[in-house]
């Protein structure tokens, strides 16, 4: 499982993720969420406010995503099957073999689209996906959103190029405090809720599914 992370394995994933016709969806990925994600606020950058990481992590109370508290003592993958709002992402990592890897020592950085952002993807494609035999496809799209490291919400900066654990590179854009990633050429990912801190990395729930573009 450990050796999805791998460099050369990464290759073979990524040159395979977009057989299913999930490349670069273009305006299909770029409509509005439904009202339940429209309603949440784009989260702002305000370094003034941000507190350390490590100081962060000494919250107990942790960030609250869908009315629950994500504790720093768990870890990424425990903090996500509580929330009921990423219940689809939960779903496809485990179908992808990447539990096991999100739940060891990381640290990672996972920008985790909701369930309304998987329900963008064109019709049947998360489908075609999950299936067993799509399993490392699945697992290039999932890893698209993953960055080695713990990065939070102050260290990402406009114009930033991030190398994911698929080994493509995610873009930052800041624009009024609002925080985006995307692949450059599709209409980006805006973080709903940032630095949802776990024991093992740090979580930015994301309103689209950021696909890697074709090469």
Known sequence: MHKLLRSSTLALLAAGSLS????????????KADASIDS????????????ADDARM???EGVM????????????????VMA?????LVKAVQAAGLDGTLSGPGPFTVFAPTNAAFDKLPNGALAGLLKPESKDKLAAVLTYH???????????KDGQELTTVNG???????KDGVVMVGNGKDAPATVQVADVISSNGVTH???????????
Request: hydrophobic letters at 45%.
């Open 205 to 215: 729930v994301i309103d689209a599914v950021v696909l890697p573009l074709a090469k």
């Open 84 to 88: 009921s709002s990423v219940s689809t």
């Open 146 to 156: 993953v960055i080695p490291g713990r990065l939070v919400a102050q260290d990402l």
């Open 58 to 60: 000494g919250k107990p």
């Open 40 to 51: 949440m606020t784009p989260t702002t950058v305000d370094s003034t406010a941000m507190m």
């Open 65 to 80: 995503v869908d009315g629950v508290a994500m504790l720093p003592s768990n870890t990424i993958v425990q903090n996500a």
């Open 168 to 174: 493509e590179k995610l873009k930052v854009m800041v």
């Open 20 to 31: 299913l016709g999930l490349t670069s969806c273009g305006d299909s990925n770029t409509e």
